[in-house]
Nanobody, 126 residues
Framework: QAQLVESGGGLVQAGGSLRLSCAVSGLPFTTSAMGWFRQAPWKDREFVGVINRYGTTYLVDSVKGRFTISRDNAKNTVYLRMNSLKPEDTAIYSC????????????????????WGQGTQVTVSS
């Protein structure tokens, strides 16, 4: 059974850091691109970043220099390290898996991701 389980969310003050994890099971993790998305209250889901099977990453401008994505294929886990957090980063963060092109893509399109986690809440207080 395919599962993506996020963890590491919580409440943090502005300027603080969190590291989110997404543990994947029941899927060929090493041939997947793993994306992170977020959804703030009353807003549409927003792409945050992605790491492909080769370890190449792409992050949106609003988080570049503050967030990094990494993966540990031995643990079937992808990470989102978030530094210098801002109140506007408050959202539910979800990971998702894209198996197109054997995980070689860096897609911003949520429709390309076929498996999703349930999300973890990140709240940044001012």
């Amino acid at each position: 059974q395919a599962q993506l389980v996020e963890s590491g969310g919580g409440l943090v003050q502005a300027g603080g850091s969190l590291r989110l994890s997404c543990a994947v099971s029941g899927l060929p993790f090493t041939t997947s691109a793993m994306g992170w998305f977020r959804q703030a209250p009353w807003k549409d889901r927003e792409f945050v970043g992605v790491i492909n099977r080769y370890g190449t990453t792409y992050l949106v401008d609003s988080v570049k220099g503050r967030f990094t994505i990494s993966r540990d294929n031995a643990k079937n886990t992808v990470y989102l390290r978030m530094n210098s957090l801002k109140p506007e980063d408050t959202a539910i963060y979800s990971c998702a898996a894209d198996f197109n092109e054997l995980g070689g893509r860096l897609s911003r399109d949520s429709r390309q991701y076929s498996y999703w986690g349930q999300g973890t809440q990140v709240t940044v207080s001012s």
